[in-house]
Structure formats: structure tokens, C-alpha cells
């Protein structure tokens, strides 16, 4: 084993405890947490414009947007007395080549993508694929219970198709919600 003097040992003793008070000092230690960021109460917007529009894709408002302004962000001008409804987070509007448009929910796969939930009752075998351990299989036996029973009045409900149990409901539980409105929450 090697000897060092007093002075190395001092000097090593030293750097050391200078590069522990830099760590101490970069990790905050001592200080209190910082407080977490503020979230806001108002979680955006997104509305899906496809189909004959100048530019078709996903956008993002601060508040429900009137379809008129869904339309002028995807380059196209709102028809002529026409209603201008509100639409909410999860719309899909689809264009035409002749101008006219239709309201429908964006597909599963792009709901997960955003962050938003499906709606367990109006979901369609291609939504419920989207889901973490939902093959083909299963979302049909999902969706045929469904059609056999009738709506689910909780996503606890879940548990009575064959192939879900406990396990499978706790990991698609928080991707799901019934009722349309649940994802302006």
C-alpha cells in the first residue's frame, strides 16, 4: 500500500470536500423544494381537421374553438350561414371536396397520442387495439359484450368480458372514461 505524506493527504482531503460542497450545492441539499410548476386549469384544445383542407392536421387552442376558427387555421373559409358551433377536445372535422364538412371524434390511436381518453361506450374495435394489451381479439369480445349487455355504466364493468381481469383493468383503466364530455376535465 502506498504512503502518502501529510501534505497529500491534506490536499486530497480538501479537494474532496470542495467537490462535495459543489455537489451539495448543485443538488440543492439543505434547501427545501422548489414548489411545483402551476398547472394550469384550462388544458388545451385539440380539434383534427382532415380530408380537402389546405392544411389538414391536428391543432391546439387555449379554449374550445368555434368551428370557423378550426376552418381558418386549416385554411379554409367557413361556409356561409351556417351553424358555428364550439367544439370540444377530441373533434375531428372532415372536409370535402366540395366544402361541405362533418364532426367526429378523432380515431383511438390519436386520442392516446394527445393524452385524451376513449369513450369506453362509443369506442370501435380499432380504438380499443390502441390501448396497452388490447390485441384484436379482445376488443371485439369488448365490443360484443357491449352490444350484448348493453352501454358500461362504470369501466370497472370491464371486468365481466372475458379476458380482462384485475391486472388488465388497472392498465387500461386511466386511458378510459364514460361519457363524451370527460375529457374537458
Given amino acids: 500500500m502506498p504512503h502518502f505524506s501529510r501534505t497529500q493527504l491534506g490536499v486530497s482531503l480538501l479537494l474532496g470536500a470542495g467537490l462535495l460542497l459543489i455537489w451539495a450545492w448543485r443538488g440543492n441539499f439543505g434547501l427545501p423544494p422548489s414548489p411545483p410548476p402551476t398547472a394550469s386549469l384550462n388544458h388545451p384544445i385539440y380539434v383534427e381537421v382532415a380530408g380537402a383542407a389546405a392544411r389538414p392536421g391536428v391543432y391546439e387552442f387555449p379554449e374550445s374553438p368555434a368551428l370557423s376558427q378550426v376552418l381558418a387555421q386549416a385554411g379554409l373559409a367557413a361556409p356561409q350561414g351556417a351553424a358555428d358551433p364550439k367544439l370540444t377536445t377530441g373533434s375531428k372535422v372532415e372536409v370535402s371536396g366540395e366544402g361541405r364538412y362533418r364532426l367526429v371524434r378523432m380515431d ?67 386511458y378510459l372514461v364514460i361519457g363524451e364530455n370527460a375529457e374537458d376535465d
Fill in 108 to 174: 383511438g390511436p390519436k386520442l392516446l397520442t394527445l393524452g385524451l381518453t376513449l369513450d369506453l361506450n362509443s369506442a370501435t374495435p380499432g380504438d380499443l387495439e390502441a390501448l396497452p394489451g388490447i390485441g384484436p381479439a379482445l376488443a371485439q369480445r369488448i365490443i360484443d359484450y357491449r352490444q350484448a349487455h348493453g352501454p358500461f355504466k362504470t369501466i370497472e364493468d370491464l371486468e365481466q368480458v372475458s379476458g380482462i381481469g384485475p391486472k388488465k383493468l388497472a392498465q387500461v383503466k386511466p
